[in-house]
């Protein structure tokens, strides 16, 4: 497939498969059909040369059939050539009437409707492989860049039986990377709908200047509790985190939520703090895989109080809930947490002495029923004084209760958001992202 | 798969003329999960995953493109495509391979299995599953009892310019089975082998309706004895780690940090570098005299088994470490050129869609001498700990904290009570050069995740670890807020 043409030629590929595979259904099926399809360059870079450049074009249908209260789901990837993917799609079915009839009724099978119609579409202008190589190898020249370019389009698409007809397209790159002096490491970000070699330059500037910062002489930070600054992209990390259930009501429900005195109304956070889903970000599509359409802004932390959780058609009917038309995981697809009052040029001011933090890395639950995260800093992390960057730390391994460091604990958040794109490839390119400020958090724990 | 390799046959005749090398990897995939929950179907999915992977070779740089359109048009284009792009940029290449990183390679594998997956019926299989869910409900305070299956069939062939005719078939079963026990504040959770960790080659003699009702009955115990536990102390103490944590331990500390591409730089934007050096191989005493790593895709029925690496590298047993001096690196046939040190047939990707890179497969603690009980009785005062539940380690895979879902405690050489929240937490390195006793091997636990993610783009791929019980002296431990 031409990629210029790729997102107009699926739409009408899609169109004829669907309206094929949909006609005809006997009474007493439904089915539900789900398209996530991308057409994408990746090129991965070390040390500013090539290491390996791969092109990925894919369709991935999945098709849902709902029937005498049993449900089941197959999904397979396609050629791109109708004829073929019209029999396979055929077989789909086959193979989902057959697996019906092997399972037990499902009482908590949420019926399938009309969930109405919606069309966004977001062409953008992506450089050519050839010089877009060329342009990382003659501006990173006399760094040392580490990480990947990903661009081309991505679909997801989603119609059922009902007559409910979503789409949802973007065209995108992401330059994601890491500039290394030795060991020490800045971490950069520029991505966008279209392609600037200025914009470009100014980002690598950017992170080049964070990166003239670590060649001061590391100072030694023993383990102990410091007042620290978490800039966005730390932010961002712990609200990434927030996805492993901490803010899905079947997670609440079924015990396994690290909110759950949160949720219980046992416990709050800051009355500074306040998180929400925002479809208004233009992130991702307010659609889930049943096509139902999420509130533009689904409020679950506000002044630190609970609001809503998560929660998904599914569970509001197990657990006797409302449901917000939250995904079958229930995590956060869009969320933001809203800005403060700390100016961003004041930061290292209003921090003192203590922790400037760039960047966390691989987080994870230390005691769920605390709500306690474990994690490590990563790259530009500083030790400040009176205000002042004295010079980059060792990383550290901070273990701490977001009960207390979203609670007590945090002092301000700034007045500047950062939008920080969804840059996850596992599968396929992701869709979505978050918007988080930065937060100077007292007394933050550091163990190891 | 047989047409689109007869098709690939032909069309590999005409793309050999316009590239130094080039491969095609078909990849057919059926993955089903089956989940019951509390007793109840929840959630029935299977995705068929189709496609093929184009690979070329211009000017001593390799490159990739993915395509789902197996016909002979389909080919064509992705490896125009391939072609293009990767002469654009062996411009600006890494490095300048030679042809020897894609030796010509010609074989079959399959994974061992009594039965074939597909004779469990999905009727079957939900039964299976609803008979451990029952099972755990021993009291009203389990609020959740859950069984996964995820059944794996894959079919694989690689195909290049220069002779190689692989064939690789795959039968895996991964288990995900887990009771939550609730009362008042208190919240516990016990799997089986911890959280996405049991996961073998094997067919579908593995549903025994008899073994999975047993599992869920101590599963729902050990959840419910954890809410009336003590939590863990908060101390510097011996451990004892049991197989189901010590494949996470290895996981973490020995496989990521050997990994010949993070010590040469691909992974530091995204999973990390590794403390370990270049000059470390052959010099670095990475543990005590006790601790034995292999490499072994040879392991039967170990979840990452297999014949050949994706770049036609033939698989071979292989210690990494040896009484505690590390030797070798997980390095494929690239990375062993780049880095000039051996390394492993370890070139792999997750599907037809990613690109080869080096991985672990099954990464082995190999058997020692001692029992379980002899173990136990030579600490004055310890912790056994079990099933991991919670893992992180920094960049360079080195200082680590581990979470598990159960321990008990060790007085005068007897385990005592049970214990809840147990933690701990190391330096890699000090913590290797612990290990004071290592199981024997009728003691080996064999566990394997479909879940080790790396690379750029983003790959999760499947491994196998398998360890005995092993004893480690002075580790700090610590619980949860009381």
Redesign the interface.
Known sequence: MNRAGFMTWLKDHFQRLSDDLLSGLPAGEDVVLNLEAEDSLFLRFNANRVRQNTEVEQIVLSLRLQKDGRSTQISRTLSGRFERDRDLGLALLREAREEIRALPADPHLVPLKNHGTSNAEFPGQLPEAAALVESVAATAAGSDLAGIFASGAVVSANRNSRGQNHWFASESFSLDYSLYDGRKAAKGLHAGPRWSEVEWKSNLDRTREQLLVLRRPVVAVKPGRYRSYLAPAAVSEILFTLSWGALSASAWKQGQSPFRKFADGEKTFSPKLHLRENFGLGLAPAFNGFGEVAPTVVNLIEGGERRELLTSSRSAKEFGLSSNAAGDGEAPRSPEILPGRLEEKNALKELGTGLYLSNLHYLNWSDPASARLTGMTRYACCWVENGEIVGPIKDLRFDESLYDAFGPKLIDLTTHAEIDPDVMTYGARQLGGRRVPGMLIDDWTFTL | MKNSSEIAEKWLQGARQSADWVGVRFIREKTSSRTVRND???R????????AMVEVMADG???????????AE?LQ??FE??L???R???????FAFSPAVRPKAAGHYRSPRRLPLDQA???EI?DVLTAATAAMKISGRI??RSANAMLVSTESRFLSSNGSDVRQDFDMVLLNIMA???DG???Q?RSSGGLNSLGNQIGAEIFNRDDFRRDGERLGREAEELLRADNCPEERTDVIIMPDQMMLQIHESIGHPLELDRI???E???A??SFVKPEDFGNLRYGSALMNVTFDPGRHGQLASYAFDDSGHAATREFLIKDGLLLRGLGSLESQERAGLPGVANFRSS?W???P?DRMANINLEPGAFTLEEMIASVEKGVLMTSNR???????RN?F?F?CEHARLIEDGRLTKTLK?P?Y?G?TVDFWNRLTAVGSADLVGTYGTAYC?KG?????IRVGHASPPCLFRGVEIF???S
């Open positions: 109840l179907p929840e029935n999915q299977s995705f068929i995953d189709e496609g740089h390799l490159g990739y493109a993915a395509t789902a359109d197996l016909s389909g284009r992705a495509r391939a293009r792009t990767t654009a940029a062996a411009r600006h290449k890494a019926s999905l009727a939900t609020v959740n939550t026990a609730v504040r208190e919240t959770t040469l730089g691909d530091r934007n995204y990390g570098w599907s869609n990613r690109a890179i919670s893992w992180s380690i920094d960049d360079e200082k904290q979470g929240n933690n937490r330096l993610g750029e783009p983003n790959q999760a619980g949860g807020a």
